[in-house]
């Protein structure tokens, strides 16, 4: 039962991530897109972080996880990383348990630390 739930939520992530990619073209009022020159960001790019999660400094506003400005603000990197390796260990209020708990299996212990480390700043 819960890999059927994960697997809706990380299809409900990818469907929103194409909307945002598919609507992103961006007009005069659409915000510049980061570059990508900072690991952790790419890492945040590459798995899709923003088709789910609100985050300023990658300028995105994903709408079905946590806003990660807000929710993270004070946090350490320890708890960053639990709340990626083991998302449903402590769940954010108001947010199901809908993360993906595969992400140490999908992204090497270098680029979890870049995207710790990104996110901590």
Excluded at 24 to 32: D, I, L, M, Q, T
Excluded at 83 to 94: C, D, H, K, Q, T
């Amino acid at each position: 039962m819960r890999a059927t739930i994960l697997a809706a939520g990380g299809l409900a992530c990818a469907g929103a991530a194409m909307t945002i990619a598919a609507f992103a073209g961006g007009g005069p009022a659409a915000a510049p897109a980061p570059k990508a020159t900072d690991r952790g960001l790419q890492v945040w790019i590459a798995n899709g972080c923003g088709g789910c999660h609100a985050l300023e400094k990658a300028n995105s506003d994903g709408p079905i996880g946590p806003n990660l400005t807000l929710a993270l603000r004070g946090e350490s990197k320890d708890f960053i990383m639990r709340s990626i390796v083991l998302p449903g260990a402590e769940l954010a209020p108001n947010y199901g348990d809908v993360m993906p708990d595969d992400f140490a299996k999908r992204i090497s212990p270098g680029d979890l630390r870049a995207l710790v480390d990104f996110l901590a700043q």
